[in-house]
């Protein structure tokens, strides 16, 4: 829930999360991480309330032994999907497969929406799509308005938050039973995986949280999904190592990735489609390239649901990276249908 508070300097916006530190009521005092706020940090201005110390939650009573945040103080204790205690412990206890359900794996949380707009475009409003969100950004999945949204509008059957992830409609241990919950308890067509929102990066080649898609490609293909590829590709970026496709992608599937996955690589025009495809050409080396054309898909983006945004950027500033993650979800939406309609 989104609080304005006043402080002794000012005022504030916050969120405070019920499940973790309870309701703040109109008048209460509130104890606050500015963290937020004293960094400037562009994944929300918000300072987060850390406990309402005058009226304390209750004590969590189950069911559910997963403690996630672990250690911190404010872990949360959730019933995993996976665990002994769950209804679908039996349904996930000797799972081992994902029945070749097509897996769009992405750098960034941005790239969700935009992969839904193609997708839905081309496979219409049947499919059941479940979003797997890792812990390499926000760990509460409650943080993400677009997840919300996405929800209300039926474009997400249920968001799984796997590791020390949280908040999700299904909570998993690894990004391996997080996949098979989506696909065994959710009963996903498609599953789209990557970090909440929040994305780290250190300017080096290997200190980034995003190396996780190139786990996720791993994960989906040991588990007999199809991992598709979504290339983060910038236009807008004033960074140099973002320019065309991204680093984070070039390291993530060339480097981390150790099984096939097929990589989307858009069909953009002029001299910058061209460096794409020249630099995307990298990752043919393990992975299968597949051009998917991009028409039709600035339509699709322009009736999102959801505000589309990448690093502040918004859809015209940015168009080649919407147009890309795009791109991937109508890929999805062809392996779908060719899963359903196999071939005589």
């Known amino acids: 829930m989104e609080l304005d508070v006043t ?10 999360y019920p499940s973790l530190v309870g309701r703040p009521e109109p008048g209460d005092t509130v104890l606050l991480n500015t963290t937020a706020l004293a960094m400037g940090l562009g994944t ?12 304390l939650p209750e004590d969590p009573s189950g069911p559910g032994h997963l403690v996630k945040a672990r250690y911190t103080p404010l872990q949360a204790t959730v019933l995993g999907a996976d665990e002994q205690d769950s209804p679908y412990h ?5 799972a081992d497969s994902l029945d070749g359900m097509p897996v769009v794996i992405a750098d960034l949380h941005s790239a969700l929406p935009a992969i839904l707009c193609g997708f839905y475009a081309a496979a219409g409003p049947d499919a059941r799509v479940a979003y797997v969100m890792l812990d390499g950004g926000a760990l509460p999945a409650w943080f993400s308005m677009s997840c919300a949204q996405l929800r209300s509008r039926e474009w997400l059957c ?17 990004l391996h039973t997080g996949l098979l ?3 065994h308890v959710l009963n996903a067509d498609v599953a789209i995986v990557t970090q909440g929102p929040g994305n780290l990066g250190t300017g080096t080649r290997w200190g980034f949280s995003g190396v996780s898609a190139g786990e996720a490609v791993n994960a989906a293909a040991v588990l007999t999904g199809r991992p598709v590829a979504a290339l983060r590709v910038s236009e807008g970026d004033k960074r140099e190592r973002h320019i065309g496709v991204s680093h984070h992608s070039l390291t993530a599937y060339g480097r981390v990735a ?6 989307v690589v858009p069909e953009l025009p002029d001299a910058f489609g061209a ?23 600035l339509e699709a983006l322009r009736d999102s ?20 993650s795009a791109a991937a979800g109508r890929h999805a939406a062809a392996l779908l249908d060719e899963k359903r309609h196999p071939s005589a």
Request: proline share 4%; aromatic share 4%; net charge negative.
């Open 7 to 16: 402080l002794t300097e000012g005022e504030c916006r916050a969120l405070a």
């Open 158 to 174: 249920g968001v799984v938050t796997v590791g020390q992830a949280f908040g999700g409609d299904v909570e998993a241990v690894t």
């Open 258 to 263: 150790l099984a096939p996955a097929q990589v």
């Open 44 to 55: 929300g201005g918000y300072a987060m309330v850390v406990a309402v110390p005058d009226r």
């Open 305 to 324: 649901p959801v505000r589309l945004s990448t690093m502040g950027r918004g859809l015209d500033e940015d168009l080649a990276y919407f147009l890309t």
């Open 275 to 297: 460096m794409v495809r020249e630099q995307a050409a990298a990752l043919a080396v393990r992975h299968e390239l597949v051009n998917v054309p991009v028409d039709g898909l």
């Open 90 to 94: 039996e349904v996930l206890k000797d």
């Open 181 to 183: 919950a989506a696909r």
